[in-house]
């Protein structure tokens, strides 16, 4: 087994075991973290679903294409967290989740074009630049627009701490995956290796540290 390999199967398994912790830990927080949890727990066994897929089929065409039907499904759930998250607490409007939604769709979109390469008016370059821009909005939005109004109003800790994980966790650990790209894609010839096990670590990280984040939330606020 070589070591990219090996990386698919330890975040297979790592995943899988995230998701089952969460859902079984469903019933034991304040129920309205109930829905946060089960997000958390599909975001990881969906992903866990795919890298069963990803690390028995090594054609890289097929892996990457696997990778975004993974990321397209996830991500987006990710940034319903949020609205989740607030919505047990405050009001919140809808304009929140839906531009989080979109941009956030609206990035992979342009990494997927990029790495793949099926729109000729999109290259790796294009594509890279593309998928920065609608994540510095997505930030935009939870640092200082609306969703960050939201959170710094609602006056209730857990979910302060919540959000608050999770916004440095969109922000400094999804950091890993425009390195991965970069180091795949612009060091003169692609490495889908060595893009493969960094987006690995960060799948690894993101996925499971945001769930563990709610958790820890819904534990402060139940009684």
């Known amino acids: 087994m070589d ?3 090996f990386t698919f199967f330890v975040t297979n398994m790592a995943l899988l075991a995230a998701g089952l912790f969460l859902w079984l830990e469903r019933d034991n927080v304040n129920p309205k973290w109930k829905t946060a949890l089960s997000v958390s727990g599909m975001v990881c066994f969906i992903a866990a679903v ?3 897929y990803m690390r028995g089929n090594m054609d890289m065409t097929d892996v ?3 990778r975004y039907i993974d990321w397209l499904i996830t991500v987006p759930l990710q940034m319903v967290e949020f609205y989740i998250v607030l919505a047990a607490v405050t ?3 809808a304009g929140v989740l839906h531009r ?3 941009f956030s769709a609206l990035m ?3 990494g997927y074009l990029g790495e793949t390469g099926h729109v000729a008016a999109i290259n790796s370059t294009t594509g890279f630049v593309g998928g920065m821009l609608f994540w510095g909005l997505m930030l935009r939005e939870i640092w200082s627009g609306e969703a960050a109004e939201v959170n710094a109003g609602s006056k209730n800790a857990a979910a302060a701490y919540a959000f608050d994980g999770m916004k440095k966790i969109v922000t400094f650990g999804w950091l890993i995956y425009p390195l991965g790209y970069a180091l795949g894609y612009f060091g003169g010839g692609v490495d889908p290796d060595l893009t493969n096990q960094v987006y690995n670590l960060a799948d690894f990280v993101n996925k499971i540290l945001i769930g563990m984040i709610v958790y820890a939330a819904a534990r402060m606020d139940t009684k």
Do not use: C, E, N
């Open 91 to 93: 009001a919140v409007s």
């Open 3 to 5: 070591f990219t390999t």
């Open 64 to 66: 990457v294409s696997i």
């Open 50 to 52: 795919h890298y069963y």
């Open 108 to 110: 992979l979109t342009f």
């Open 100 to 102: 989080l939604l979109g």
